[in-house]
């Protein structure tokens, strides 16, 4: 079976994390999650519960963050800049945003997670906030267009202009 071992499995992505991965597991994403457990004072914001197994949650959940993270930063190709991508989330203000977590009890997480599934589950077959503004740029003169470019890693210098 070490055939399809590390570089030479065809789903090898470089040995990096994704980019959600590396945000949730660096340093600066600790001391945020510290910092709200300590703002709410090691309690559950829905129960009450002080101590024990306390997790923070994210009111607009970090998917939907990401989502519109990879979107602004979609003409940089999300394999070949991994680690730019990376230090632009650092910088991006959705993803540390203190008004948008609280602390949870394990229990209350679960049953809010299982809540946003339902919701979401209900909602199939709706637009997405940004199908629903590509649907309302066609009603205007029935002409909607969207730039896109891919860049290698030997256009930095282009990168760096553009994202300033």
Not at 81 to 95: A, C, M, N, R, V
Request: with cysteine; hydrophobic share 30%; aromatic share 10%.
């Amino acid at each position: 079976m070490k055939r399809f071992a590390g570089d030479r499995n065809p789903n090898w992505k470089g040995g990096r994390l994704p980019i959600s991965q590396r945000i949730r597991a660096c340093a600066k994403n600790r001391k945020l999650i510290a910092s709200i457990l300590r703002r709410d004072k090691y309690t559950c914001q829905v129960c009450g519960q002080v101590g024990g197994d306390l997790e923070v949650d994210h009111k607009i959940p970090f998917s939907d963050i990401m989502d519109g993270f990879l979107q602004k930063y979609k003409v940089l190709d999300v394999r070949l800049f991994q680690d730019e991508l990376f230090s632009i989330g650092l910088k991006y203000k959705p993803f540390w945003n203190r008004d948008n977590e609280r602390t949870l009890c394990r229990k209350c997480n679960w049953e809010r997670q299982i809540e946003r599934n339902r919701h979401t589950k209900s909602e199939i077959g709706t637009l997405s906030p940004p199908q629903e503004a590509w649907q309302e740029a066609l009603k205007g003169d029935g002409v909607a267009t969207e730039l896109c470019f891919v860049f290698r890693p030997s256009d930095r210098s282009k990168i760096e202009r553009l994202l300033q």
